[in-house]
């Protein structure tokens, strides 16, 4: 009886353990997944241009929203993404 309760006690202990490692994994996953889109803004609703820069459009669309020192260097990547209602299923 009393190595029974041993054992039982162990498996709790060690289960214990295992949600403790896990809920630690899933939260240093979350700020993985934060970090990665740190830097990302999806801007919608600008009509395309002929001469279109994405890049002059997101510095344009900064300022007139009031983001002061904003320039195409402060931009890694700019680009259009293609169009979803286009999409077939």
């Known amino acids: 009886?009393?190595?029974?309760?041993?054992?039982?006690t162990k498996k709790q202990?060690?289960?214990l353990d295992l949600e403790k490692v896990l809920k630690e994994q899933?939260?240093?996953?979350d700020e993985m997944h934060q970090y990665?889109?740190?830097?990302?803004?999806?801007?919608t609703g600008i009509p395309v241009t002929s001469n279109d820069n994405p890049k002059q459009l997101?510095?344009?669309?900064?300022e007139l929203m009031?983001?002061?020192n904003i320039s195409e260097h402060h931009i890694s990547i700019a680009h259009r993404?293609?169009?979803?209602?286009?999409?077939?299923?």
């Open 1 to 8: 009886m009393l190595e029974s309760l041993r054992q039982s």
């Open 13 to 15: 202990v060690s289960e």
């Open 26 to 29: 899933d939260v240093k996953l």
């Open 36 to 43: 990665s889109r740190r830097d990302c803004i999806e801007i």
């Open 58 to 62: 997101t510095v344009e669309l900064g």
């Open 66 to 68: 009031g983001i002061a």
């Open 81 to 89: 993404l293609p169009s979803t209602r286009n999409v077939d299923s």
